[in-house]
């Protein structure tokens, strides 16, 4: 059975939100240049990795895109807030820990 035949096993009810938090099973990227295959096949397993290539570059000079790879992989993530929110409670540790009140 492919992983996502039946919605009912991985999702909730209509009423049933994410939250800051919350725990789920994703897939997650990071790019590498001038890397990966020609075969991109995705990650089968939890955990299992793959480095699929992603487009490839014809010249390797500017200004064109250089070649891109992709490291994909199904794991856990974690739901975060907004970029912004991330930030500002970054700036009000560093505030406060200047400050020597560091908690």
Request: aromatic residues 10%.
């Amino acid at each position: 059975m492919a992983w996502y035949d039946d919605a009912s096993l991985y999702y909730g009810a209509p009423a049933d939100v994410l939250a800051q938090g919350d725990i789920v099973v994703a897939t997650t990227g990071v790019f590498e240049g001038n890397r990966g295959d020609i075969s991109p096949a995705s990650p089968l397993y939890f955990g299992e990795e793959r480095l699929v290539r992603v487009w490839l570059g014809s010249t390797g000079t500017l200004p064109e895109a250089p070649s891109l790879g992709l490291r994909a992989r199904w794991g856990l993530a974690m739901v975060l807030p907004h970029a912004c929110a991330l930030e500002k409670e970054f700036n009000e540790r560093v505030g406060s820990s200047r400050n020597g009140r560091a908690r």
